[in-house]
């Protein structure tokens, strides 16, 4: 089974750039798709097709994938995005989530 | 603006199945560029896909919990539904819909998602 591997937590200073990694083998083979998730509320979509911003989603939210790691980059981090964060691509007609970092914002 | 709401038991005896529903509005369950989706999330654990389903029946599952789920919809009423057998407190979780959407091979992706329904396994 195909595997996405996350750090299970980043810390980040108001205003400075966090990055989130998702590795899994040749993931730049695949769109990455990215999810904010704040206590008590549902899943997010951030961004997908490994950089695309949905409608309403901040521009200091940002992805790439390349080679076997997709990142998540959050650039001027606000206190509003201390949340989870959860990396999802599709590997043999199979839906694989990672297991999320949790974002905190010092 | 599409929204879907979940719905169905909090809870569930073991053993028993589970049967969730999830109503769409503001949109067509007929759109052909989707699928639906269910997920779900243990208490304090990460985001577990059960399954997908296309307006058609067409049905793609986990396979780790593909013996267990059926999933169908029904157009007339905008809804699908989810049905888990043989339920444990090991499926104790929120669960969730979404409209799931399609690109090219591998562009797979939820949005917008339910606001979930807990679902505890107890008896």
């Known amino acids: 089974s195909y595997d996405l591997t996350q750090p299970p937590s980043v810390s980040v200073s108001p205003g400075q750039t966090a990055s989130i990694t998702c590795s899994g083998e040749?993931?730049?083979?695949?769109?990455a798709t990215w999810y904010q998730q704040k206590p008590g509320q549902s899943p997010v979509l951030v961004i997908y097709?490994?950089?695309e911003r949905p409608s309403g989603i901040p521009e200091r939210f940002s992805g790439s994938n390349s080679g076997n790691t997709a990142t998540l980059t959050i650039s001027g981090t606000q206190a509003m995005d201390e949340a989870d964060y959860y990396c999802?691509?599709?590997?043999?007609?199979?839906?694989?989530f990672g297991g999320g970092t949790r974002v905190t914002v010092l | 603006q599409l929204q879907l709401q979940e719905s169905g038991p909090g809870l569930v005896k073991p053993s028993e199945t589970l049967s969730l529903t999830c109503t769409v509005s503001?949109?067509?369950?007929?759109?052909?560029?989707?699928?639906w989706g269910w997920i779900r999330q243990a208490p304090g654990k990460g985001l577990e896909w059960i399954g997908s389903?296309?307006?058609?029946?067409?049905?793609y599952y986990n396979l780790s919990l593909k013996s267990r789920v059926t999933m169908s919809v029904d157009t007339s009423k905008n809804q699908f539904s989810l049905k888990l057998s043989s339920m444990t407190a090991a499926d104790t979780a929120v669960y969730y819909c979404?409209?799931?959407?399609?690109?090219?091979?591998?562009?797979?992706?939820?949005?917008?998602w339910g606001q979930g329904t807990l679902v505890t396994v107890s008896s």
């Open positions: 979404a409209r799931q959407f399609i690109v090219g091979q591998t562009g797979r992706w939820f949005d917008p």
């Open positions: 503001g949109g067509s369950i007929r759109s052909s560029s989707n699928y």
């Open positions: 389903i296309y307006y058609s029946g067409s049905t």
């Open positions: 040749n993931l730049e083979s695949k769109w």
């Open positions: 097709k490994d950089r």
């Open positions: 999802q691509a599709w590997d043999s007609s199979t839906v694989v």
